[in-house]
Each structure stands twice: as C-alpha cells, then as structure tokens.
C-alpha cells in the first residue's frame, strides 16, 4: 500500500511569489485534504477535495486555491506569498466511500519558507 | 470558536513508565475524536480514533479514554518507549453533515521518554 507522497519536501519563495505543492493521496482514497501547520502549532485545515471539486474550506483567504486529478493526486497554490504563509503543508488522504468517520493519513509534508 | 486544546504542554517520561496525555475538547457537538503521533520533520501519524459512542478504546500499548461529560480525552501509552518520543496531537471532528472530514487539532504535548 502506497502512502501519501508530497512534493517538493522543502522549498523556499520569495514575498509576493506564487507557489504550487503536489499531492499523491494514498491507494484506494479518493479525498484529498490540505492543512497548514505553523511552528510549535497544530495543523490548521485549508480546503478538501472530493471529485475534482472543492467541497469544504477552512479560513484561509482565496489566494489558496486547489485541484484534484482523476487519478485523486492533488496540487495546492497559494499566490502572492506572505511572510506568514511560511509553514509545513500537509497533504491528507481519506476514502470517503468507507466508514464516515475514518481516519486521515497525512504525507510529511511540505516545508515553505517565504521571505 | 470551538476548539480543542490540551492541559499539558511538554510530558517527561521515564523509559518503562506508562505516560498519559490529557485533552479537553469544547464543542460538544464533535462525535469523533483521533490521535496523533508527529515526530520531527515528519507528517501527523495516526495512533488511534474512538467515536462519541464510546467511552474506552485499545490499541497496541495505548489506550483512548472518552469523558463527554467533561468534554475531556487522554490517550495512555502503556511501558513508555524511547521510540514514542513525539509530540502528540488530539483532533476532533465537528458534526457537520455528510461531505466534511475537517478535523479541528489542539496544540500538542511534547512527550520525551527518558531511557
């Protein structure tokens, strides 16, 4: 069984820059969920994605946008980078055709540093 | 807002102790409540999950306590490894209808495991 996969594992950006983080959800799952983690924080949720569209979104401003693949791989873009938007992204993975309430597994994420 | 947090921010551990982590959750409309397991620079790694309908749950060396009364969840980590060294994150679901796996986290509990 494949786990989720991100990429890249580090990156650093420039204020003002656009970004794009990738996702590869786990076999058999087909939602995809994004959450920021500050430092010394826990993860904050952005926005999910079930069949290619955005069906919930936590309170992260329209610069962070999304998309989901057919093949449920997913990507996460945040424009116009801001100092704050320096953290570790993570990329979860669920199937929603099992139990409602069924665990998330989380790639290792993405660290963004932005200056 | 509702959120979820924890008594205890940093927990030392003697190696062979049983170590218990202790949450409080607010929103009394959450019906499932999980816990994680991140160690440095990885992602949020499952341990275990209860649901709302239940009071006690077991793994493997952990244990799940849900008290709804008082809005309070502990995770017990029975013979205390080094390899439990991590900090640990409780994260609550909140009803929201079908669609959302939006999971609310706290802010964590360091755990260091003394050899």
């Known amino acids: 069984e494949t786990g989720v996969t991100q990429s890249p594992t580090h990156l650093i950006k420039t204020r003002g820059q656009q970004v794009t983080l990738r996702c590869s959800s786990q076999s058999g799952h087909n939602t995809v969920s994004w959450y920021q983690q500050a430092l010394g924080q826990g993860p904050q949720f952005i926005f999910q994605y079930y069949r290619e569209e955005e069906n919930g979104r936590g309170n992260f401003p329209p610069r962070f946008s999304g998309l989901q693949f057919p093949n449920y791989s997913s990507e996460l873009n945040v424009n116009a980078l801001e100092l704050d938007d320096s953290a570790l992204y993570l990329c979860?993975?669920?199937?929603?055709?099992?139990?409602?309430?069924?665990?998330?597994?989380f790639g290792n994420g993405t660290r963004l540093t932005v200056t | 807002g509702e959120s979820v947090g924890l008594h205890l921010p940093t927990l030392s551990v003697q190696e062979g102790d049983n170590s218990i982590i202790n949450c409080a959750y607010s929103n009394s409309a959450s019906d499932y409540f999980i816990w994680y397991k991140q160690e440095s620079g990885k992602g949020p790694q499952f341990i275990i999950d209860i649901r709302s309908n239940m009071d006690k749950r077991q793994g493997q060396r952990v244990t799940v306590l849900l008290n709804k009364t008082v809005k309070h969840l502990s995770l017990q980590i029975a013979a205390t490894q080094p390899g439990d060294s991590a900090v640990y994150f409780c994260?609550?679901?909140?009803?929201?209808?079908?669609?959302?796996?939006?999971?609310?986290f706290g802010k964590g509990t360091k755990l260091s495991v003394i050899p």
């Open positions: 979860a993975s669920s199937n929603r055709q099992s139990s409602y309430n069924s665990p998330l597994h």
């Open positions: 994260a609550e679901k909140p009803y929201s209808g079908a669609g959302s796996y939006q999971l609310t």
